[in-house]
T-cell receptor, first 115, second 116 residues
């Protein structure tokens, strides 16, 4: 069965600083990978996804993520964070088996932005 | 194009009562998924439905929980005889028909259930 690990529970960065959120997955074949963001009391918004092809994926709000098969990682990056980026970030993995469509989520990383 | 809609957004029930959560998928989407988020945790898959069919219910508790997605109308997640441990945020997601590979799931705003 697939699994996702987000090793950082909470990260604090200064506004304008760069950001990297870590995500490691476990799955025997090529996974489908997603990053979602959740603001307090809100639903999940898709930031970006990787299905195949170019391993560097661009998303919304200036985020990008890189799929590294050798490291089983899909880390999320942003060169310069804004105060509005404060939220909870979830990495998720999907599988390619028809009929097994569920997403498996990591436990999330809470991002705090300081002035 | 309206997104995934869920109602109610907040629901308060006393122990032993029933909770009914509704989800209307995005237009053109025929696949619905329910996830549960306990406080300070990530989302956990519960059930995956297509119109009139339950495809995967491997994440559903064996008792008191049921889900349906009728031919007409929203998907319903039903929790009978609620207990305090059912307090959580319940999220619905929808996706279009599968055309090869994983389809992106789009999430609704969630229903926050509080059991007193």
């Amino acid at each position: 069965a697939q699994s996702v690990t987000q090793p950082d529970i909470h990260i604090t960065v200064s506004e304008g600083a760069s950001l990297e959120l870590r995500c490691n997955y476990s799955y025997g074949a090529t996974p489908y990978l997603f990053w979602y963001v959740q603001s307090p009391g809100q639903g999940l918004q898709l930031l970006l996804k990787y299905f195949s092809g170019d391993t560097l994926v661009q998303g919304i709000k200036g985020f990008e993520a890189e799929f590294k098969r050798s490291q089983s990682s899909f880390n999320l990056r942003k060169p310069s964070v804004h105060w509005s980026d404060a939220a909870e970030y979830f990495c998720a993995v999907g599988v390619s088996n028809f009929g097994n469509e569920k997403l498996t989520f990591g436990t999330g990383t809470r991002l705090t932005i300081i002035p | 194009n309206a997104g995934v809609m869920q109602n109610p957004r907040h629901l308060v029930r006393r122990r032993g009562q029933e909770a009914r959560l509704r989800c209307s998928p995005m237009k053109g989407h025929s696949h619905v998924y329910w996830y549960r988020q306990l406080p300070e945790e990530g989302l956990k898959f519960m059930v995956y439905l297509q119109k009139e069919n339950i495809i995967d219910e491997s994440g559903m508790p064996k008792e008191r929980f049921s889900a349906e997605f009728p031919k007409e109308g929203p998907s319903i997640l039903r929790i009978q005889q609620v207990v305090r441990g059912d307090s959580a945020a319940y999220f619905c997601a929808s996706s279009p028909p599968r055309s090869g590979g994983q389809e992106t799931q789009y999430f609704g705003p969630g229903t926050r259930l509080l059991v007193l």
